[in-house]
C-alpha cells in the first residue's frame, strides 16, 4: 500500500515546525528518520493531513558533551550515535538497534518520541533519568524520559511539540544486556544497568508497557546484595505479555537472566 495523500512542509527552525504543526490541529507529523512512521503511513494507520520535515533544521544533529553529561540533539542518527565515544552506552544500545540502513535514518528524538516498549534507546533514557527538551507554539519545557514515556507507544508530547534534544548523564560504571532472536530484531528483553553520581540504576525494556525501573532491584543493589538477589527482585517485577516470538513465562525468566548479564557486564565496563 502507498500512505494517503498528505502536504509536505520542510520546516527551517523548530519554531516554524511547532507553528506548522499548531496550524495542522492535531492533523499533522513530524518527519524524521521516517524508520517508524513511513510504515505506518503506508499501512494507512496514520493518515495525517501534512508531514513536517525537521531534517534539514540547523543544530538539532550535535553531540556536545557537558559536565557529567552529553546533550544529544533529536536528529542524531543511530548510526552516529553508535560511532560517537562520548557516552559509550549509549553507543553499545545504539548498535543493537535495526540494521545499517535503519541506523542511517533513524534518530534519537524519533525513538523517543515513538516510544516502542522494546526500543534500546527509551531504556537508556529511563535508566540514566535523561532530561528531554520539548519546544512547542507558545514555548520551551523540559521532562524526564520516566515521566514523558507514558505507555506503549505514547508519550507526554502535544500534537505540536517537538523535541530538540535530550540530556543524558554519563555513568561511571554501566551494562547493557539484551536478547533477541537475531540480530537486529527488537529486544525480547534489554536491561540497562548505570551507575551515576554513586546511585546504581536498572532499566528493562521489552517486558512492560514503558521501560521498567525496578525499585527493590535498584534498593538491593546499592546495598551490594548479591547480584543473583537482585536479579531475582528484577525478574519478579516484569509483566511481559506472550506472543509469537516467545511466551510470557520465558521473558519472565529471561528477565532475570538478562540482569544477571548486565550487572556482570557493569563490573567491566567503566567511563572513569
Ligand atoms: C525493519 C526495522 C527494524 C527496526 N528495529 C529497531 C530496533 O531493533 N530497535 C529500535 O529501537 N528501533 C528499531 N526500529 C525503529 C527505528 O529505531 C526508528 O528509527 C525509530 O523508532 C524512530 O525514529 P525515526 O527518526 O525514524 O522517527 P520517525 O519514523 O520519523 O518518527 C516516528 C514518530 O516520532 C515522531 N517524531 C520524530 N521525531 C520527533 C521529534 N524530534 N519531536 C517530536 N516527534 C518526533 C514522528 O512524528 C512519528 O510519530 C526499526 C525500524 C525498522 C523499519
Do not use: C
Not at 521501560?211 to 546495598?223: G, M
Amino acid at each position: 500500500m502507498k500512505p494517503a495523500p498528505f502536504d509536505y512542509v520542510r520546516a527551517r527552525s523548530v519554531g516554524q515546525a511547532a507553528s506548522t504543526l499548531a496550524d495542522a490541529a492535531g492533523d499533522g507529523k513530524i518527519l524524521a528518520g521516517g524508520q517508524s512512521l513511513l510504515p505506518v503511513l503506508a499501512l494507512r494507520m496514520a493518515r495525517p493531513r501534512v508531514l513536517v520535515d525537521i531534517n534539514r533544521i540547523a543544530g538539532l544533529a550535535t553531540v556536545h558533551p557537558t559536565d557529567g553529561m552529553v546533550r544529544m540533539g533529536a536528529l542524531v542518527r543511530h548510526s552516529q550515535l553508535a560511532e560517537q565515544r562520548e557516552h559509550p552506552l549509549l553507543a553499545e544500545a545504539a548498535r543493537w538497534i535495526g540494521h545499517t540502513a535503519i541506523r542511517s535514518r533513524g534518530t534519537l528524538g524519533g525513538s523517543l518520541a515513538h516510544a516502542d516498549p522494546a526500543a534500546e534507546l527509551p531504556t537508556v533514557a529511563a535508566a540514566l533519568d535523561a532530561t528531554v527538551h520539548i519546544t512547542g507554539p507558545s514555548g520551551s519545557r523540559t521532562t524526564t524520559a520516566t515521566e514523558f514515556l507514558v505507555g506503549a507507544l505514547e508519550t507526554t508530547l502535544a500534537d505540536d511539540e517537538v523535541i530538540t534534544a535530550i540530556d543524558l548523564p554519563l555513568p561511571t560504571r554501566w551494562g547493557f544486556a539484551e536478547l533477541s532472536r537475531r540480530h537486529g530484531d527488537f529486544g525480547l528483553v534489554t536491561v540497562v544497568a548505570a551507575e551515576v553520581d554513586g546511585h546504581r540504576r536498572i532499566a528493562i525494556g521489552g517486558v512492560g508497557s514503558v521501560p521498567l525501573r525496578p525499585a527493590e532491584a535498584e534498593h538491593l543493589l546499592n546495598e551490594d546484595a548479591p547480584l543473583a538477589r537482585v536479579a531475582a527482585a528484577a525478574g519478579a517485577v516484569a509483566a511481559p505479555s506472550g506472543d509469537l516470538h516467545a511466551p510470557a513465562a520465558y521473558r519472565q525468566a529471561m528477565t532475570e537472566e538478562f540482569t544477571r548479564r548486565a550487572l556482570a557486564a557493569m563490573s567491566t565496563n567503566s567511563t572513569a
